[in-house]
């Protein structure tokens, strides 16, 4: 199978290679190498990353059957007629160790009462839906009968974009919201938001939303920021609680992604797939992507690798204190068009960064747009892997496009 490596994955491993090679060459001068035929690499938090390496060499080597019978006269010419060379293959573990480590100070104490404000950015009519569906969600997760004592505001912020119709039914959906709510010390609002450039990258339409919220409801609060697609258990607003750390810690949860349902087979029932043939399934999925009709999911979204993948590349999720976004949103630039806000943090020797897989955040399919006029050339390859990464899974797309043989 052909693989087309990023340009830091190539020089990562080619420096190893490099490093393998060395090594096994100053041992055995008189192999020649050939290739490098296997490579495995696993990283570990202590050490760094660790790499088994195999390599190919040719050797020369004499196969001169009793040498002890032969005439004196014959060495040359035997000797020549018995060189033959064999492949010799060599196997190297190379660590690449974790430099410039640090100890970090202990980290402060913290509480999981703090209040929550939950901004939705909502920049378009395309986000209406999907926010909805969050809201109603949300409503349902409200129904168990134990009593919250800690405060959550619900901020859905709408902008130009979205039309005047929408943002009724969204207020409407909020009163709702609060309504089912009322033992859980829930609050809702509509936040109107007049951004100053284009929302087409996430990240604008994020900081935008961010900037307005922190500046009506105060900077002491923790913020969460969500995507209209996003779909949260109860669990995740205590783990942002508990992982976000005022003037040290931000938290960018690793989010459970889901694939196109059409590709994936989720468009079907359990049963609907047995009793389809492999076929006339295939034949139909390929009809309907190409009407380009919108997928609707039958089977319940889990966190298993043929409904998704955790994607790493994704930051339209994170969690920060009021205070903390306004220092760093002095990083960027006022009107800077970007897909995502992690930029805003990275270098920042005060606030800690804090990625992990989160499980009870997924990400519904949506058709993903990015923003190619970013300022950021990161930021956009970026969003542009993540797209293309997040379709479906390999197996998936080989089975849909390839026939079977």
């Not at 080619?14 to 096994?24: H, I, K, P, Q, S």
């Not at 943090?345 to 009870?360: C, K, M, N, S, Y």
Request: glycine share 4%.
């Amino acid at each position: 199978m052909f693989v087309v490596w990023k340009e830091k994955t190539f020089d990562d491993v080619a420096e190893v290679v490099v490093a393998a090679r060395n090594e096994v060459e100053s041992e055995e001068p008189e192999l020649e190498f050939v290739q490098l035929r296997n490579g495995y690499r696993v990283f570990d938090p202590r050490r760094g990353m660790d790499y088994m390496i195999d390599l190919t060499y040719r050797k020369t080597v004499n196969e001169m059957l009793d040498p002890e019978n032969r005439f004196e006269g014959d060495n040359e010419a035997g000797h020549e007629e018995g060189l033959k060379e064999i492949v010799v293959e060599r196997r190297v573990h190379v660590s690449r160790m974790i430099a410039s480590t640090q100890l970090m100070n202990q980290a402060p104490y913290v509480k999981e009462d703090t209040d929550v404000t939950v901004v939705i950015p909502v920049a378009s009519e395309k986000d209406v839906l999907p926010a909805r569906k969050l809201l109603a969600r949300q409503a349902r997760l409200c129904l168990s009968p134990t009593e919250e004592t800690r405060k959550t505001r619900m901020v859905v912020a709408v902008f130009p974009l979205v039309d005047a119709r929408s943002v009724t039914a969204i207020s409407n959906d909020m009163e709702e919201l609060k309504r089912r709510c009322k033992r859980s010390l829930l609050e809702t609002d509509v936040l109107p938001v007049r951004p100053a450039v284009s929302t087409e990258g996430k990240g604008t339409a994020a900081a935008a939303a961010l900037d307005d919220a922190v500046d009506r409801y105060g900077a002491n609060n923790i913020y969460l920021l969500l995507s209209p697609h996003a779909d949260v258990q109860k669990e995740f607003f205590d783990r942002a609680r508990i992982n976000t750390i005022k003037h040290y810690q931000v938290f960018f949860p690793v989010p459970f992604v889901e694939y196109h349902p059409t590709i994936s087979g989720m468009e079907m029932t359990e049963k609907e797939e047995k009793d389809t043939p492999t076929e006339q399934a295939r034949e139909a999925a390929l009809s309907r992507l190409r009407d380009g009709v919108e997928p609707k999911r039958k089977r319940a979204l889990i966190v298993q690798k043929e409904h998704g993948r955790f994607d790493s590349q994704d930051f339209t999720c994170f969690a920060v204190y009021g205070v903390d976004y306004v220092t760093a949103r002095a990083k960027l630039g006022v009107n800077e068009r970007r897909n995502d806000l992690i930029a805003a943090f990275l270098g920042q020797d005060g606030i800690h960064i804090l990625r992990a897989v989160e499980p009870t955040l997924r990400i519904r399919y949506h058709k993903r747009s990015c923003d190619m006029e970013s300022v950021d050339t990161e930021d956009i390859a970026r969003c542009v892997d993540s797209k293309k990464e997040n379709v479906a899974a390999k197996d998936q797309l080989a089975k849909l496009l390839f026939h079977e043989k």
